[in-house]
């Protein structure tokens, strides 16, 4: 699949990894445009992504820290290593330049890359739930299961709460139907609820006492961190970070 952004292309290839290419003009008009691509092509990702650079054209030396901001803000969801290719000397100085590398580390060659980019061991589960008044109860259900699985029974508590919430904003806010996931990977437990609305999660200033659920501002008051991603679909995933004490 070929994804244009007027003059500037991220061609995804075949691997393990999440592998792409970036082909054209890297300047003001087209840098929002491939940095949402990113981070879209970012979030399918599992192991890793590595993106080859070689062919890109840089207009503005300072907008090589697109690839920094990336790397900073997958680095909580959805947590996978995220390294650039290329063999080119001049963009490996702007690269340096820009103090790109220092939060991405930058390789020759695939191949090389491949090879030293670290594939941390990482566990996931996932449920569709259905659209009824016992999907929440369902969500906790599963959520207190998986913890006792995975050994991690002092996050089960504060995790079933982030599934509650996440799944009722799901109810209330879209007509679709929730897709709860866990991850566990480094010691830090992700609850993400996905769907088919593009309408992003937002955190409200009043607090809800009276209704179902009691909205994102008990999700942010638990979790570590907390996002809404934009998926390739067109959809979205809103996803809260819990760390083992």
């Known amino acids: ?51 080859d650079i070689e062919r890109l054209e840089l207009r503005d030396r300072a907008l090589i820290r697109v690839f920094a901001l990336v790397a900073l803000r997958i680095g909580d969801w959805p947590a996978v290593p995220f390294a650039l290719v290329t063999g080119r000397p001049e963009q490996r100085a702007v690269l340096a330049e820009g103090a790109v590398d220092r939060c991405v580390p930058v390789y020759p060659d695939v191949a090389t890359a491949e090879a030293a980019l670290a594939r941390p061991n990482r566990r996931r589960a996932g449920r569709l739930l ?54 566990l990977r480094r010691g830090k437990l992700t609850v993400e609820v996905s769907d088919d609305s593009a309408r992003a999660a937002v955190l409200r200033e009043e607090l809800d006492l009276v209704g179902a659920g009691l909205g994102l501002r008990m999700v942010t008051k638990v979790a570590k961190t907390w996002g809404c991603s934009r998926t390739r679909a067109g959809g979205k995933t809103v996803w809260a970070v819990l760390a083992r004490p």
């Open 1 to 51: 699949m070929l994804a244009r952004h007027n003059s500037v292309w991220l061609v995804p290839r075949q691997g393990a990894l999440a592998k792409a290419a970036v082909i054209g003009v890297l300047d003001r008009t087209t840098y929002s445009q491939l940095r949402d691509r990113l981070l879209e092509f970012a979030v399918e990702s599992e192991d890793g992504v590595l993106v």
């Open 130 to 183: 259905d659209r009824s008044a016992r999907a929440s109860a369902r969500s906790r259900a599963f959520v207190r299961a998986i913890c006792a699985e995975w050994m991690v029974p002092e996050l089960a508590e504060d995790a079933e709460l982030i599934a509650t919430e996440l799944v009722e904003n799901t109810l209330r806010h879209t007509d679709c139907e929730p897709r709860l996931g866990l991850e």
